[in-house]
C-alpha cells in the first residue's frame, strides 16, 4: 500500500507535514494507471480522476479548503489553509457512464 499526496503547491505539501499526514511520494500530477488496491491518494484531484482512483481500489482524501472568493488564483501558505479550515475528506467517487444524456 502507498499513500500519495497529490500537490503542486508548496503550503498544501508544508500543512499537509504540519498535521502529521504521513505519505509515502509526493508528486504534482497523479497517473491513475499507478495505484494499486488500498492505496491512498490525498489531494484535490479532478473527479474523472478521484473516479479512476476509486475504481482502480484506491480509497481518495480530498484536501477540502473554504478559502473566501477573493482569495481565488492566489498561492496559499500552510497558515492560509489552516485559517480556511483545511481539511482530508474521504470521497468514494464512482463513474456512471450514459449514452446521449440530456440536460434540461
Known amino acids: 500500500m502507498t499513500t500519495y499526496f497529490v500537490s503542486r503547491h508548496p503550503g498544501a505539501r508544508e500543512w499537509a507535514a504540519g498535521e502529521g499526514v504521513v505519505v509515502d511520494t509526493v508528486i504534482a500530477h497523479l497517473d491513475p494507471d499507478v495505484i ?4 491512498v491518494v490525498i489531494g484535490t484531484l479532478p473527479v474523472h ?7 482502480r481500489g484506491g480509497r481518495f482524501l480530498h484536501l477540502s479548503v473554504d478559502a473566501p472568493p ?6 496559499l501558505t500552510a497558515a492560509d489553509l ?7 475528506e474521504e470521497y468514494q467517487v464512482l463513474q456512471k457512464i450514459t ?3 440530456a440536460l434540461g
Open 36 to 39: 494499486q488496491p488500498g492505496d
Open 99 to 101: 449514452q446521449g444524456v
Open 82 to 88: 489552516r485559517q480556511c479550515g483545511a481539511r482530508l
Open 70 to 75: 477573493e482569495w481565488r488564483g492566489r498561492e
Open 49 to 55: 480522476l478521484a473516479a479512476q482512483v476509486c475504481q
